[in-house]
């Protein structure tokens, strides 16, 4: 639909500008989008799957408009954080076991990603194999007096150098300078600087460099990273909205004097913090929730819908109560889904009602698309889905004989459609040797309803039941679906 145009019929609000802005592309047909990832130095909790879903979110509607999406999202692989913690773990065997740490978290994202139904970024780049480039950016910055050596080896970017630093995030650099801690970093000229480059520690990981042996400072690596991959300008730069500052405030500092360009990204989009229970989530209050705890009880639909029922800017409060509540919700989708597949089997060849199911249907996919197309509101897109669900399940399903095979079929591919782009209905139907067993125990309840042989019939749906088949009688039909949560436990 979209594929060789520049202008999308998305509006977003970027920070940058602080308004709405209808999405403009660079290149036709291609979007490039760099989202911050992790610092792999603990278990991935339900705030950043929040933001990794929405952008998943995001990239299946662009691609839904006929779009390429380029999505980078990086590893902060080597970090303080993850000094600190092998040091807890490793002691004396630090300088030959850190990796392990990063390792580990990194493995567990992925895990973690495809329980969640993420589909794979274009590039997943890691500091530690990006370090040449980090280097080649600093000593270009210190020789064009951007950045300056301290007396320890460490490079400090200057941020005086940079026009309309603290605009980005709406911060005053007097006030900052006036808040700004004491560090224990005497060569710094400014308190507001950040270093480029970290001179070792003893035991730490090292790189050699012309300045002192060290590793490179985050702000530099997203900025070196994301234009390596993407290019410079690219479309969309995102993460959580507590990377404003002063991460990506830096970030565009780096970029602004490096190319000589306002913002080396045309739109920043950032997602709202996560709370539990009004309460931001940290380890002192001891109310982090890993997300693969979750992922124990629920399913991955079950958190993507949960995630998408919130306006992404807006905070989110998680509340693991509602849970079970967003899985019945899902269940409905899986019955509307499944009863349209089944009526497309016993749907006559013309319906006298197919014009009205083709509007309906088309009602319900122009507010879908309406609702992320301002502001990708996806808790809009998800009400109409849910009216979309409702409709085939109360008025559809008492009504088939009215409708075509053909309207059917096109209402099932546009339900499957805005499914797909929400990341639910992932999940494979049965096996069609069991599908049949299924459609024979149907039959013979049928038979023994007709016979009034209720408790037999009652028998059958209560252990179909318990072993995750829902049976439903809709008039004189009965249709059934699976309670994918409880099948066969």
Avoid at 44 to 63: C, K, N, P, Q, S
Avoid at 311 to 328: E, G
Avoid at 413 to 427: E, M, P, Q, V, W
Avoid at 441 to 465: H, P, V, Y
Wanted: charged share 25%; glycine share 6%.
């Amino acid at each position: 639909m979209y594929m060789n145009s520049r202008d999308l019929p998305i509006t977003a609000y970027n920070t940058a500008s602080r308004t709405l802005e209808k999405i403009t592309l660079l290149r036709p047909g291609l979007v490039r989008i760099y989202v911050c990832g992790l610092t792999p130095y603990d278990s991935m909790h339900v705030g950043h799957a929040r933001t990794f879903v929405f952008y998943d979110i995001l990239r299946r509607y662009l691609e839904y408009l006929g779009l390429e999406v380029r999505l980078v999202t990086n590893f902060t692989d080597i970090d303080d954080k993850i000094i600190n913690k092998a040091k807890q773990e490793f002691n004396g065997e630090l300088i030959n076991r850190w990796y392990e740490v990063p390792s580990r978290y990194i493995r567990e994202f992925f895990d973690a990603m495809d329980k969640l139904y993420v589909r794979k970024a274009y590039a997943y780049p890691r500091v530690t194999e990006n370090i040449n480039d980090m280097l080649k950016w600093t000593q270009e910055l210190v020789s064009k007096g951007l950045a300056y050596v301290s007396p320890d080896g460490s490079v400090y970017f200057d941020i005086t150098k940079v026009p309309k630093y603290g605009e980005f995030s709406g911060q005053n650099i007097k006030d900052l300078i006036a808040g700004a801690r004491v560090e224990p970093e005497p060569g710094k000229r400014n308190p507001l600087d950040f270093a480029l480059w970290k001179s070792w520690s003893e035991g730490e990981p090292w790189w050699n460099s012309p300045w002192s042996p060290g590793r490179p400072g985050w702000h530099l690596e997203c900025v070196v990273m994301s234009s390596k991959y993407l290019g410079i300008p690219f479309d969309i730069h995102g993460g959580g909205q507590d990377l404003i500052f002063p991460h990506h405030e830096n970030e565009i500092a780096i970029a602004r004097v490096y190319y000589g360009i306002d913002y080396f990204a045309r739109y920043w989009i950032h997602v709202g913090l996560v709370t539990i229970r009004g309460q931001k989530m940290s380890k002192s209050l001891g109310n982090i929730i890993p997300i693969m705890d979750v992922l124990k009880r629920y399913d991955g639909e079950v958190l993507r819908l949960y995630y998408a029922m919130s306006q992404y800017r807006k905070p989110m409060d998680f509340d693991p109560d509602t849970l079970d509540q967003v899985r019945n919700s899902l269940m409905g989708v899986y019955a509307a889904y499944d009863m349209l597949t089944e009526a497309i089997k016993e749907a006559p060849d013309t319906g006298d009602r197919d014009n009205e199911l083709l509007s309906r249907v088309n009602s319900f996919v122009d507010s879908f698309e309406d609702a992320l197309n301002n502001d990708i509101n996806t808790s809009g897109a998800v009400a109409a889905f849910m009216d979309f669900t409702k409709y085939v399940t109360s008025t559809v399903m008492y009504n088939t004989q009215h409708f075509s095979k053909n309207a059917l079929t096109s209402a099932l591919t546009a339900f499957s459609d805005l499914a797909n782009i929400l990341g639910i209905l992932n999940r494979t139907r049965l096996p069609p040797s069991l599908i049949s067993l299924i459609d024979t125990l149907i039959r013979i309840r049928a038979q023994l309803r007709t016979r009034k042989m209720f408790d037999l019939a009652d028998e059958i749906r209560n252990e179909l039941g318990k072993l995750g088949i829902v049976v439903s009688d809709v008039g004189e039909k009965t249709y059934w679906y699976i309670d994918r949560d409880r099948l066969f436990q």
